[in-house]
């Protein structure tokens, strides 16, 4: 299975910026859903960001936070500006790929997602 590496996190303090990258295999990101979620010590994983035909952020990071895409470069980032104690998590890149089965298996078209080993991300207040 392709993997994605995330790099960038780290510690920082309350109001201070990080910015996150992930890269993928050649030509990975192309016309993909690819974003970044995330995962609180006791919480279940949650979306932060993605952006495919636009871009789609949870209300907790709006304004604060930007994900974009390098095609050129296969590379996603997460800049995250104005960070708080409440968004100390491990950072999970993620990408959505659409296959399709070849003609002898029926060709018919099916989803896949891929996902990072995370990266820390601690904000103290």
């Known amino acids: 299975q392709a993997q994605l590496v995330e790099s960038g996190g780290g510690l920082v303090q309350s109001g201070g910026s990080l910015r996150l990258s992930c890269v993928g295999p050649?030509?990975?990101?192309?016309?993909?859903?690819v974003g970044w979620y995330r995962q609180a010590l006791g919480k279940e994983r949650e979306l932060v960001a993605t952006?495919?035909?636009?871009?789609r952020y949870a209300d907790s990071v709006k304004g604060r936070f930007t994900v974009s895409r390098d095609y050129a470069k296969d590379m996603v980032y997460l800049q995250m500006d104005n960070l708080k104690p409440e968004d100390s998590a491990v950072y999970y890149c993620?990408?959505?790929?659409?296959?399709?089965?070849?003609?002898?298996?029926?060709?018919?078209?099916?989803?896949?997602?891929?996902w990072g080993k995370g990266t820390v991300v601690t904000v103290s207040s």
């Open positions: 993620y990408c959505h790929k659409v296959e399709r089965r070849s003609l002898s298996e029926g060709g018919d078209f099916y989803g896949i997602d891929y």
């Open positions: 050649d030509n990975f990101f192309d016309a993909e859903t």
């Open positions: 952006v495919g035909v636009g871009a």
